[in-house]
């Protein structure tokens, strides 16, 4: 049921796209870290679907390029890097690929940042 679910949604999505002629493309997005305003280019959604547990920290790298954020989880000795883009909706989203200390990925999620 909960496959079903996804693919009504994902076909929701395709006619939007297809009815508004809205491409899956970077967006820019205002990072306001730093106390500073600035734009800046994002990411692809469709790049992140090539991320899969498994793929060394160059693989990723040569995909997305650089993260703009890295934060370290101690407890369970991995590194999430994460990059910000706009989702297919048009919300604000960060996809995070969490790194274990070997250098591969061991899991990745997305989720939309609240404004």
Request: hydrophobic letters at 45%; one cysteine or more.
């Amino acid at each position: 049921m909960q496959n079903l679910k996804i693919i009504d949604r994902i076909a929701v999505v395709a006619m939007f796209l297809t009815a508004t002629s809205v491409p899956l493309a970077s967006y820019a997005c205002v990072d306001h870290g730093a106390g500073a305003s600035a734009a800046r280019q994002v990411q692809k959604e469709e790049a992140f679907r090539g991320i899969s547990p498994g793929m060394s920290a160059a693989e990723v790298l040569a995909a997305l390029g650089s993260p703009a954020r890295k934060m370290r989880f101690e407890a369970t000795k991995t590194t999430s890097w994460d990059y910000r883009y706009r989702d297919a909706w048009g919300y604000d989203a960060e996809f995070s690929v969490i790194m274990n200390d070997a250098g591969f990925v061991v899991a990745r999620l997305s989720e939309r940042i609240d404004p």
